[in-house]
């Protein structure tokens, strides 16, 4: 254990044997660090101890009775017993109350038999012969627990009573039989979580833990994020899926690969099927925890019958299964036709660092043209764009961990609940330490509930509401003035700017009052560090870049940058976004945002790959669609992306797809735009290849290998360097991944001291420039990655699209908690469709009643693109005039109405505000 020199030192003994520990540490944990076992069944590390259960009770010399090991601190010169002869009887006593009403069979079964009074032999038989009678058999902690106390008869007559099992989630059942009152499933729910899902209900010998009137778990509000089952020390929850496959073979610690937390997961193996994911407890970004996606996520999707398992080709108007070599003679043939301008590639924020690194070099390279973009455009790209321009660094400036510890968090444009759940933990975390929450949104989202200020500011506005906020700071005197001196430049153009939002104007434009917008400023500007959390509620903009940029005004203008617990840190949409960028694939830079157009960085990369390179910046995935139209681009290779669904004005990107002569589309699910493909390549998923995602705190960690390809799906990297040789290209001869890092390292600062090696040690967050450097949790410490931070005068521009009397309402989109992206992973989840099953477009009542919609009808929406039918979900979560829906649905695309203006500077579609009417549908 490694202890920091400030933190005192003490000493105790336990059953003799000497331990040092640090003050505030319990008797319990003092014994778990020196590896002494003492028995446990209702704590946990991660939940307030009780002691309720007294399995851990120990003898403490000079004090009377017996105390309970996982609430008593450990002091200097304590002397602890922990396994005597009478701390057993007691433990036997009190475990046979408990088995009293347990059955006995999950604990001592063969394959044969049951045996009451029972003997523990039985259940090592039955362990040894991989008996899967409990679910849980192998990982009982109530097991454990039986054979430590030698407990080898019940002498007390059973009292148990039939107790219900209860089947009202998707994923896991509630079986009470088995349940010991231990309470861990409701701490979990109430202290991690902060749901409060379940309690315990009834009383006396009734008690159970339960929800509020013996409502459904979805109805009590639980997000099925499987913590609770994770927890429960018998199989009383217990995951229905795998349940009666018994005990994995093998597990393989990989990364999630949904949103940008980058939560580390442990996938358990039998053959080559994935049994269960449970979250790692061992790491610092999500400490056990997971969402529902992740939990409960992955398995199906991996081994769902529609996924891609043979290339397809297009012949007659069909796609046609065909072999690797036929679909790989094909793309080759044509793109070498299309080398230069009239090729694009979209490569992706699902594919590991490697993968998008292959894909930009392959496009420099072997296609001659910097027409290389990713998803990132439709929600990254403004934070890249103005985190440069303030900072010198396009990404999130603090950890993850420090969240918890900032004594004010600004939230605004993310619904971190929905999107980034592990993240909201911490969040809540913070204000559960103490520390005060804004959140400014426009809808009414979770993190309300949390909030000492919600900010309902209306959608698009965030520039006025900002420097509203700082126009408070400055004149009140609460600005960081040494701090902007020492490192900071251009602040006085920037406080001019600040004269045009006084509060009377700002509350006019944002319809925030202004009391509530100088509130919201003093208490950012007080209560320090504070740390500002947003997402593409801020980026999805015609204005997304100056959005960032007010952001980072603030956080220089208070000081909050540089510090622990402060920054601004953007929450990345998917696994990789933040990896996909740092690996150059944008077409303007190369890997580390090293500009294509700088000699000298141009002339390094041509040395490194021995070619000659395009000067020139491409096309950003929302400009080549206008470029299909003029016939500029005639072919496109698009690795993992889904734009029919994704892009705003959806039809008007599918049209343009079909004027294309060539289309590859290489990803694990034959999507609605693979189905517009000439070819379709069927990629191997996460948990089938090596790599390295870089989640939204800059920490590059590895996804590996856990079972083979599906079918003859091949990994991503694998396809590309194979048309890349087939097509003459050198330096793409890779045999495997770890030999790609290594390049990256080569050529990419940030990632200088990065190899798999390092990182089976453990995770690394850029910039790590050398082999000796840890890497570098907080950025701009003393310093900015620029020299000084520069500050943006910025004025207030309206969304491009309003509402008028022909289009009354605002449409704002979003993301929900049980889906991802545009589904094409998570509609293959069953569960995941039991609880949501279909798109909505929640509206207000204010605005329902007049239209007379009434909760669940159909409606249909329209816009000046296009229009969708989608259930209406009447709710006050929205506020009047303001709609919102979801991008998760094929069967309400709601791309198909939203706006395609960009942001003039990073070329960000604004899919956040766009005017819509709603009228009746005919019911189907």
């Known amino acids: 254990m490694v202890i920091s020199q400030e933190t005192k030192i003490i000493n105790l003994a336990i059953d003799g044997q000497p331990v040092k520990t640090k003050e505030g540490t319990t008797v319990l944990e003092s014994a778990q660090q020196a590896g002494i076992y003492i028995p446990t069944l209702c704590y946990h590390h991660s ?61 001592i079964c063969d394959r044969k038999e049951h045996c009451e009074p029972f003997h523990i032999t039985l259940r090592k038989q039955a362990e040894t012969t991989g008996c899967t009678m409990c679910p849980k058999n192998g990982r009982c902690e109530l097991q454990k627990v039986v054979d430590y106390v030698g407990l080898t008869e019940i002498r007390l007559a059973p009292s148990r009573r039939e107790a219900p099992i209860l089947k009202d989630s998707p994923f896991f059942d509630r079986d009470y039989n088995l349940c010991i009152l231990c309470g861990r499933c409701i701490q979990v729910c109430q202290e991690v979580r902060g749901i409060g899902a379940i309690a315990f209900t009834y009383r006396g010998s009734r008690t159970l833990p339960g929800t509020a009137f013996d409502k459904s778990l979805q109805d009590s509000g639980c997000q099925f994020c499987g913590a609770c089952v994770d927890i429960c020390p018998t199989a009383a929850l217990t995951e229905r899926s795998g349940r009666w496959r018994g005990l994995p073979e093998r597990s393989v610690i990989t990364t999630c690969p949904y949103c940008g937390v980058g939560c580390q997961l442990s996938l358990e193996i039998k053959g080559n099927r994935i049994l269960r994911t449970v979250p790692v407890m061992e790491n610092s970004v999500n400490s056990g925890q997971a969402c529902v996606k992740g939990r409960f996520g992955i398995t199906e999707f991996v081994h769902h019958p529609q996924r891609l398992t043979m290339p397809l080709i297009r012949k007659n108007g069909k796609l046609v299964e065909a072999s690797w070599e036929e679909a790989l003679d094909l793309v080759t043939e044509k793109l070498a036709s299309y080398k230069g301008d009239e090729f694009a590639f979209i490569a992706s924020g699902k594919c590991t660092n490697e993968e998008n690194y292959l894909a930009q070099k392959f496009t420099r390279t072997v296609m001659a043209t910097n027409n290389i973009d990713t998803s990132a455009r439709l929600c990254h790209a403004p934070t890249v764009a103005g985190l440069a321009q303030a900072f010198g660094s396009s990404a999130t400036t603090n950890s993850i961990s420090e969240i918890r510890s900032a004594a004010c968090i600004l939230v605004v444009g993310s619904n971190t609940s929905s999107t980034h759940p592990v993240i909201a933990l911490e969040i809540k975390r913070a204000v559960q330490n103490g520390g005060k929450l804004i959140v400014a949104d426009p809808r009414d989202i979770e993190l309300c509930r949390y909030a000492d200020i919600w900010l309902s500011h209306s959608p698009g506005t965030d520039v006025a509401l900002l420097m509203g906020m700082m126009r408070v700071i400055f004149d009140e005197g609460l600005a960081d003035l040494a701090f902007i001196k020492e490192y900071c430049e251009n602040f006085d153009a920037f406080k001019k700017s600040l004269k045009n939002f006084n509060l009377d104007s700002v509350e006019k434009v944002t319809c925030v009052p202004g009391d509530k917008i100088a509130e919201a400023a003093r208490l950012y500007a007080t209560y320090k560090p504070a740390s500002i959390i947003y997402g593409t509620g801020i980026t999805q903009h015609s204005h997304g870049t100056d959005n960032v940029l007010a952001l980072a005004n603030l956080a220089m203008l208070t000081g909050n940058i540089g510090k622990p617990s402060t920054g601004v840190n953007p929450l990345s949409g998917q696994n990789n976004v933040q990896g996909a960028c740092d690996m150059g694939a944008l077409p303007d830079v190369y890997t580390a945002y090293q500009s294509v157009d700088n000699p000298d960085i141009q002339k390094k990369f041509e040395i490194a790959w021995g070619c000659s390179l395009s000067a020139s910046p491409g096309l950003a995935v929302t400009e080549i669609r206008d470029a299909i139209y003029k016939g500029e681009v005639k072919a496109i290779y698009l690795m993992g992306g889904n734009p029919v669904l994704s892009e705003p004005d959806a039809k008007h990107a599918q049209e343009a797809l079909n004027k294309l002569e060539f289309l590859v589309v290489q990803d694990i699910f034959l999507s609605e735009t693979a189905q517009l493909a000439d070819v379709v390549l069927p990629a191997a998923s996460f948990a089938e290849k090596d790599g390295t995602f870089t989640n939204t705190e800059r920490r590059i960690q590895r996804i590996r290998k856990a079972i083979e390809p599906a079918g003859n799906s091949k990994p991503d990297w694998w396809i590309i360097c194979q048309i890349a040789g087939r097509l003459g290209g050198k330096g793409f001869s890779f045999e495997h991944p770890s030999q790609i890092m290594s390049e990256i390292a080569s050529l990419t600062p940030s990632y200088g001291g990065v190899s798999y090696q390092r990182l089976e040690e453990g995770a690394i967050q850029w910039p790590c420039p050398d082999d000796a450097h840890p890497g570098t949790s907080i950025l701009h410490a003393g310093k900015f990655a620029r020299g000084k931070g520069k500050f943006s005068p910025l004025i207030y521009k309206s969304p491009c699209e309003l509402p008028d009397k022909e289009y009354p309402l605002v449409l704002t989109t979003g993301s929900s908690l049980y889906h991802f992206r545009t589904g094409t992973m998570t509609r293959k989840i069953t569960g995941l469709n039991a609880i949501e099953p279909e798109g909505v477009i929640e509206i207000n009542p204010v605005d329902a009643c007049p239209l007379k919609i009434s909760d669940g009808s159909k409606v249909k929406v329209v816009s000046r693109r296009g229009e969708v039918i989608a259930r209406a979900k009447v709710t006050e979560k929205s506020p009047p005039t303001v709609v919102f829906m979801t991008s998760h649905f094929a069967e309400s695309a709601v791309n198909i109405l939203t706006n395609p203006v960009l942001d003039p500077v990073s070329k960000t579609p604004e899919l956040k505000v766009c005017a819509i009417r709603i009228e009746e549908a005919q019911e189907l």
């Open 47 to 107: 939940l307030t101890p009780s002691g309720s259960c007294r399995m851990c009770i120990v003898e403490i010399e000079g004090m009377r009775g017996f105390s309970t090991a996982c609430t008593t601190p450990a002091i200097e010169g304590m002397v602890v017993k922990t396994n005597t002869p009478q701390l057993q009887e007691l433990r036997r006593d009190i475990l046979e109350l408990i088995l009293s009403e347990h059955p006995y069979a999950c604990l």
